[in-house]
Nanobody, 114 residues
Framework: QVQLVESGGGLVQAGGSLRLSCAASGWIFSIATMGWYRQAPGKQRELVASITGVDSTKYADSVKGRFAISRDNAKNTLYLQMNSLKPEDTAVYYC????????WGQGTQVTVSS
């Protein structure tokens, strides 16, 4: 059974940092393009960053230069290092295995106070 389990969310002051982790199991994580999405209250879920199986990365303009996505295939784990956090980064963050896999984690809350 495929599982994606996020951790590392929490409450942080503006300007602070958090590192999210997503532990994957149940399928061949290393070949999947993985992404971090977020959804703020009343807003649509949006792609924050993605990384392919050969470590090619893409970022939303709103997080470029502040967030870094990475993966450790030996540990079947995806990461999102978030620096210089802003109140507008407040959202539930989800780990996602992009199609053809289309698996989602349960989400982890990130709250940035001003």
């Amino acid at each position: 059974q495929v599982q994606l389990v996020e951790s590392g969310g929490g409450l942080v002051q503006a300007g602070g940092s958090l590192r999210l982790s997503c532990a994957a199991s149940g399928w061949i994580f290393s070949i999947a393009t993985m992404g971090w999405y977020r959804q703020a209250p009343g807003k649509q879920r949006e792609l924050v960053a993605s990384i392919t199986g050969v470590d090619s990365t893409k970022y939303a303009d709103s997080v470029k230069g502040r967030f870094a996505i990475s993966r450790d295939n030996a540990k079947n784990t995806l990461y999102l290092q978030m620096n210089s956090l802003k109140p507008e980064d407040t959202a539930v963050y989800y780990c996602h295995a992009l199609p053809p896999w289309n698996y989602w984690g349960q989400g982890t809350q990130v709250t940035v106070s001003s």
